[in-house]
């Protein structure tokens, strides 16, 4: 599995999973990793894993990507302890030096649907909370998400993450995860 592990902002020190198939991250709502800065463009960068190997492709961002400091200018290779920058944000890339298994059970054209665990998973590892900062955020595209619930199932969750601030960033993924599904639940409603 492939694993960042968070250099910057919010998130600092925390471990970042990243399911295997290939990865946007950018500003806009549809990427996978969204980060939400003006220095990062709407579709920033890609990874993308081949032949068990990780690489990067800069999608001519504004401000441009790096690894260990140097701009991407083609489609270049991610190794163990690499740091990949989007704009403010910067990653380590996690682990040893070995191949990275493409998993078969996704077709090319659609992955698997993720569940809430799954998602919580693949945001983070628990450990301890840092300082906080605005401005950055990491969220899920919406088309990997199971189907929405109804606001109504969750109240005493929603009221208890609220009063009590998040624990984890688990915890605050999920309610992210709960404003945009019912944000999609509400947008679908009025177009019909």
Same mark, same amino acid.
């Given at each position: 599995?492939?694993?960042?592990?968070?250099?910057?902002?919010?998130?600092?020190?925390?471990?970042? +999973?990243?399911?295997?198939?290939?990865?946007?991250?950018?500003?806009?709502?549809?990427?996978?990793?969204?980060?939400?800065?003006?220095?990062?463009?709407?579709?920033?960068?890609?990874?993308?894993?081949?032949?068990?190997?990780?690489?990067?492709?800069?999608?001519?961002?504004?401000?441009?990507?790096?690894?260990?400091?140097?701009?991407?200018?083609?489609?270049?290779?991610?190794?163990?302890?690499?740091?990949?920058?989007?704009?403010?944000?910067?990653?380590?890339?996690?682990?040893?030096?070995?191949?990275?298994?493409?998993?078969?059970?996704?077709?090319?054209?659609?992955?698997?649907?993720?569940?809430?665990?799954?998602?919580?998973?693949?945001?983070?590892?628990?450990?301890?909370?840092?300082?906080?900062?605005?401005?950055?955020?990491?969220?899920?595209?919406?088309?990997?998400?199971?189907?929405?619930?109804?606001?109504?199932? +969750?109240?005493?969750?929603?009221?208890?993450?609220?009063?009590?601030?998040?624990?984890?960033?688990?915890?605050?993924?999920?309610?992210?995860?709960?404003?945009?599904?019912?944000?999609?639940?509400?947008?679908?409603?009025?177009?019909?």
């Amino acid at each position: 599995m492939t694993r960042f592990i968070i250099q910057s902002g919010k998130y600092k020190g925390k471990t970042l +999973k990243l399911p295997e198939r290939n990865i946007t991250i950018g500003r806009e709502l549809d990427c996978d990793v969204r980060v939400t800065d003006p220095d990062v463009s709407r579709r920033h960068c890609e990874l993308h894993i081949r032949e068990g190997q990780l690489f990067v492709v800069d999608l001519n961002s504004q401000n441009g990507t790096f690894i260990n400091g140097k701009p991407v200018q083609t489609e270049s290779p991610l190794h163990p302890g690499d740091q990949l920058r989007v704009g403010p944000m910067l990653f380590e890339l996690a682990g040893a030096r070995k191949a990275i298994a493409k998993p078969t059970n996704l077709n090319t054209d659609k992955s698997a649907p993720l569940s809430d665990d799954e998602i919580s998973t693949w945001l983070s590892e628990e450990a301890e909370e840092t300082e906080t900062s605005s401005g950055d955020t990491t969220i899920i595209h919406a088309s990997q998400l199971p189907p929405p619930e109804t606001a109504a199932a +969750k109240p005493a969750v929603t009221a208890n993450l609220k009063k009590n601030k998040f624990h984890s960033v688990a915890e605050e993924a999920a309610e992210i995860i709960r404003k945009h599904r019912e944000r999609i639940v509400r947008e679908q409603q009025e177009q019909q």
